[in-house]
């Protein structure tokens, strides 16, 4: 089944406290992406990926790193995590060039942080 | 300026009714435009998108876009129950490609039985 998956799915950690959530797609996608989704703000773009090796920032890349080392996975590590990046997080996927892609979203990872 | 604005509603129409969701947007070279439906604590999931100028019909959806007054609207024909979620522009960027979405905060539609 052509899938994001996503782990782990809920999450409460302590500010401070390294953690990564894992995104990995089994479509042979080139472009990845992350995006936090928080009310009355919609879905923002964290970082995206074009393809192996190649990452660069969204419209809220403070306080995230990526890496794209291998074409189907695509991780979101937090450092340092604070209590204002509580919030859900979805990963995508899709083909990338001059054509119209549909982006394929996981189920999502609600952290908290306190 | 927003990017890309919504109506965040929420919108109430009775079931078999046509609902209509509108989304405008701010960059005038935005190629591609999209709507997701996204039912409240799962991912958000394409419903169709359209890119040329006119009307896009999929069943009982029905995408209309204007380049010259940058908005796009979605029709939901014989709305259904089942159709009561939250419904998400998104369009591309001429800045950061044809990959990268720029999405509106969402309109919720409730469907009345």
């Known amino acids: 089944e052509a899938q994001v998956t996503q782990n782990p799915r809920y999450l409460i950690t302590v500010t401070g406290k390294k953690l990564t959530v894992t995104c990995s797609q089994n479509m042979n996608h080139e472009y990845m992406s992350w995006y936090r989704q928080d009310p009355g703000l919609g879905l923002r773009q964290i970082y995206y990926?074009?393809?192996?090796?190649?990452?660069d920032k969204g419209d809220v890349p403070e306080g995230y790193k990526v890496s794209r080392k291998e074409k189907r996975n695509f991780p979101l590590i937090l450092e340092s995590p604070s209590p204002n990046q509580t919030s859900l997080y979805f990963c995508?996927?899709?083909?990338?060039?001059?054509?119209?892609?549909?982006?394929?979203f996981g189920p999502g990872t609600r952290l908290t942080v306190t | 300026q927003k990017e890309v604005e919504q109506n965040s509603g929420p919108l109430s129409v009775p079931e078999g009714a046509i609902a209509s969701l509108n989304c405008t947007y701010s960059?005038?070279?935005?190629?591609?435009f999209f709507w997701y439906r996204q039912y409240s604590g799962k991912s958000p999931e394409l419903i169709m998108f359209?890119?040329?100028?006119g009307d896009k019909e999929d069943g009982r959806f029905t995408a209309q876009l204007n380049k010259a007054s940058q908005y796009v609207s979605l029709l939901i024909r014989d709305s259904q129950p089942s159709d009561s979620a939250t419904y998400l522009c998104?369009?591309?960027?001429?800045?950061?490609?044809?990959?990268?979405?720029?999405f509106g905060t969402g309109t919720r539609l409730t469907v009345i039985p």
């Open positions: 995508a996927s899709s083909f990338s060039g001059q054509g119209v892609y549909e982006q394929y």
């Open positions: 960059d005038r070279g935005s190629q591609s």
């Open positions: 359209i890119y040329s100028n």
């Open positions: 998104a369009v591309t960027s001429r800045y950061t490609g044809a990959n990268n979405l720029f």
């Open positions: 990926s074009m393809n192996v090796e190649v990452t």
